[in-house]
């Protein structure tokens, strides 16, 4: 997968919380997964919601629509391989978030 970018990028005033927000991002996709292996759906939409409101926030349009379409997946009870797809591709592209650094 190509590296997840900001649209704030180029906003030097964002880019501090935006560095911050992507340093988090993968524990975040750590957190669904134990999320999908305990079972807690509830836990899981719960940060899936978070992370489609988040997402666009901080410029990453990819992680709230992939966010959202995970919690649709849990709100509408899409089974479990939906819900488990859904969740494989957010946390792909909370691995694929890519932040330039400062020079």
């Known amino acids: 997968m190509e590296p997840i970018r900001s649209s704030f990028e180029d906003d030097a005033d964002m880019m501090e919380i935006v560095r911050e927000f992507a340093s988090d991002a993968p524990q975040r996709a750590d957190e669904i997964e134990q999320y999908l292996q305990s079972g807690d759906l509830s836990g899981l939409q719960t940060l899936a919601h978070q992370l489609k409101g988040a997402g666009g926030g901080y ?45």
């Open 59 to 103: 410029g990453f349009d990819a992680i709230t629509e992939t966010a959202a379409a995970l919690e649709a997946a849990i709100r509408q009870d899409a089974g479990e391989p939906a819900i488990k797809e859904a969740s494989a591709v957010v946390c792909e592209v909370l691995r694929a978030v890519y932040v330039q650094e400062l020079n």
